[in-house]
């Protein structure tokens, strides 16, 4: 048996693990790689495989970084089946025809001014064709998707539907047990439940995308939230700018702004979600109460005082969201995508960031190379739709919004194992990154772990 990492080692993006174990070649995840061009242009390399000879893919959860390539093997001739949880499919029809749909904008925009780009990778068909194979799995559901392979989801708390993967391999007495954590959830965000404490493992590969520091606590995040939104709305007369993923972060925005008006914190706030992407991620989030934690079921039941809650405008048209452009102060637009590449965010970052009165705030990771990084890193200017913007607004970043989880919880998930990992390897996770949190584990555990990667192979015993 042998288990090959062809993205996300020692980066954060492109996940995707190749096993091969005796007659059953499959993969957990096969994201696109996101942020620099150079890292973009990686998504249209010749695959490290056959498609068409691929059994199965199990997928973790609906981010484009774990799911964004998944039509392109379609398009290329698998034909198995796609196992992941009724919430992922869900999302997944929303987020890859939107991917489906800026690949062919990209493409003609690029063409339209000279540029070489390569042609979409897929289109909306391709899309279809792979939601007709994917198969939905229950938490907690043991699945044979192959002879002499077992494996099970278990909540990963990351997102609506997210799932760490449980796998058995081997027809012997003592099968290879391996766990894949996909991304882990911060413990206490709103609305999900907590990560579901890791099973044993024979090999454990853990992300690591914040292995090196921890989130600043919600309650002080809210905190934050409260003093900035107050003091751009009531003293500097401005908006505030969010720039928001559309699964997951802008739900977590709803439900704070509905949480702190019920605590009489921010009553009658504006909020314009300005992204038909996470209008729809929304709605899907309402469908699948199941999936929520005790205070989130609390919370849905309460109906503010007329005028206290939150008025919430979800805008469809383009038309709808120019109006905003006139919007001189007193609105709280959260918008797509959360790192400024793509999406309406960036006709609002356009108008918004050259006036002091207004406030961007970022609420989420923002990778090297994408504008939200520059704009975090203190760029005076950025250059949107071609025009350079000067940077006036304020910027400011509210850490504990992540749905990663941080050093102090992954290093907690990792205590909960039943027994020491026969082997760990750390994914997902910028260089920096992955050395401090093998660091902190060889501190706290006494485990060595092991960074691989992109290209490296493991054989493993069977």
């Known amino acids: 048996m042998k288990l090959t990492f062809l993205g996300a080692a020692r980066e954060v993006t492109g996940s995707c693990l190749l096993f091969e174990a005796g007659s059953a070649t499959f993969l957990v995840d096969c994201g696109m790689y996101q942020g620099r061009r150079a890292l973009e242009d990686r998504n249209a390399e010749s695959l490290h495989f056959d498609p068409r000879r691929l059994s199965f893919v199990i997928l973790s959860h609906a981010h484009i970084d774990h799911s964004g390539l998944l039509p392109r093997l379609v398009r290329e001739g698998f034909h198995g089946r796609v196992y992941t949880t009724r919430a992922t499919i869900e999302l997944l029809e929303v987020l890859l025809n939107d991917s489906a749909w800026l690949q062919q904008q990209e493409y003609v925009r690029a063409q339209r001014h000279g540029r070489r780009r390569p042609p979409p990778l897929y289109d ?24 002499g392979i077992k494996a099970i989801l278990h909540d990963a708390g990351h997102i609506l539907g997210s799932a760490s993967v449980e796998l058995h391999i081997g027809n012997g007495r003592h099968p290879l047990a391996v766990v894949v954590s996909g991304d882990l959830g911060q413990p206490g965000r709103p609305i999900l439940r907590d990560p579901a404490p890791p099973p044993a493992a024979d090999l454990l590969i853990c992300e690591s995308t914040y292995g090196n520091r921890d989130h600043k606590p919600l309650d002080e995040t809210l905190d934050e939230l409260v003093d900035v939104v107050k003091d751009t709305l009531e003293n500097r007369g401005g908006n505030v700018i969010i720039p928001a993923f559309a699964v997951g972060r802008t739900q977590e925005l709803l439900y704070c702004f509905k949480s702190l008006a019920v605590e009489g914190r921010l009553r009658g706030l504006d909020v314009f979600v300005d992204s038909p992407m996470a209008t729809a991620v929304t709605r899907i989030t309402e469908r699948h109460f199941e999936l929520y934690d005790e205070e989130a079921r609390r919370l849905a039941k309460i109906v503010p005082a007329d005028g206290d809650g939150p008025r919430i405008q979800f805008l469809a048209t383009a038309a709808e969201s120019m109006t905003l452009n006139d919007r001189r102060g007193g609105a709280v637009i959260v918008a797509a995508s959360g790192m400024c590449e793509g999406g309406r965010i960036r006709h609002h970052l356009r108008h918004h960031l050259p006036n002091a009165r207004n406030t961007v705030m970022f609420t989420g990771f923002q990778a090297g190379g994408t504008l939200g990084r520059a704009i975090v890193d203190g760029a005076t200017s950025v250059r949107i739709h071609g025009d350079e913007v000067p940077v006036r607004a304020r910027v400011v970043t509210l850490g504990g919004f992540s749905a990663h989880a941080d050093q102090t919880a992954l290093l907690a998930w990792l205590g909960r194992l039943p027994r020491k990992p026969g082997r760990l390897c750390l994914v997902h996770g910028e260089e920096q990154a992955g050395e401090d949190f093998a660091a902190a584990i060889a501190s706290r555990f006494g485990w060595q772990a092991e960074r691989p990667l992109r290209g490296d192979s493991l054989e493993l015993p069977g």
């Open 124 to 147: 909306a068909d391709d899309v279809s064709r792979l939601l007709e194979l994917c198969e939905p799995v229950r938490y907690g559901e043991a699945l044979t998707p192959a002879p």
